[in-house]
């Protein structure tokens, strides 16, 4: 009998990426399609379960062939129930049975989990993670997400809200507003929108001349790239935004070390790509702040898997269940 293959769904707020892989959780066939979000979600799931049929049919293969979908949604999940509580951007209504609905679109048994958290599993098992079983996965992109992984096993908590690294407040006074209705939160000065933030507010505070006033003047925006490019390159200010950011977030990294002493700690998401100009910092305040054995046992590097983390960490999910 011929080896069966995992579906991983990684279900975004503008695509979705889907693949096949093997049982190693080797990549087989990946795709995207968008993500249809009118007429409050429903044709969401349905698109999936066409664009997985066509797939087969243009590999010339039946359903058979397919073990399992697993499917790493935006939101607060509860597991055992199948259910996603809530989404920002994908129109459904809170509690929609997102488990039943797929295996009954698809015809394949399901399990579903935060998307985060598959990105997590997905370093754990194929990226950086390199295999170890206590695990934080931290995404620094649009916002800032994350999955914690003990012996193997994502926490997901009580209302399936674990995770949300973003929202650790670091700014207890005076923060910036946050999309979760709080202020201070991480995700407001340590995402690509965050660290653009602080900059700005740096450059109105004063008539410093520097790389990125004349790019602001330029094109009357800066990026989270210029940023980094203008640390690099010497600037000043963008070299203090970026030991601004990196403060936050090694704080935060180093009270998740203290409460979890994971064996790694992953930084994925774009504005992980800004490399050592970023992670230098960061390990610096990590070590600071950590408790000292901490210090020492928990390593912190970047992510390896890119935007592939999210479906090879939903494909996990089914070969752990099914398992």
Known sequence: MSEKWLVGVDLGGTTTKIAFLNLYGELLHKWEIPTDNTNQGKNIIVNI?????????????????????????PGPIDKAKGIIYETVNLGWEKNTPLKDLLEMETGLEAVIDNDANCAALGEMWKGAGDGAKDLVCVTLGTGVGGGIITNGNIVNGVKGAAGEIGHITVVPENGFQC??????????????????????????QTQEETILREQFNKDLTISAKDIFDAARNGDSLAKETVNQLAFYLGLSLANLGNALNPEKIVLGGGVSKAGTILLDPVLDYFKKFAFPTVAVSTNISIATLGND??????????????K
């Open 49 to 73: 379960a066409k664009s997985i049929d066509k797939k087969l049919e243009e590999l010339d293969l039946t359903k058979d062939k397919l073990l399992g979908i697993g499917m790493g949604a």
């Open 179 to 204: 999309n979760c209705g709080k202020k201070g939160c991480l995700e407001t000065v340590a995402s690509a929108t965050g660290v653009v933030r602080l900059a700005t507010e740096r450059l109105n």
């Open 309 to 322: 983390a999210g479906v090879i960490g939903a494909a996990w999910l089914v070969k752990n269940h099914l």
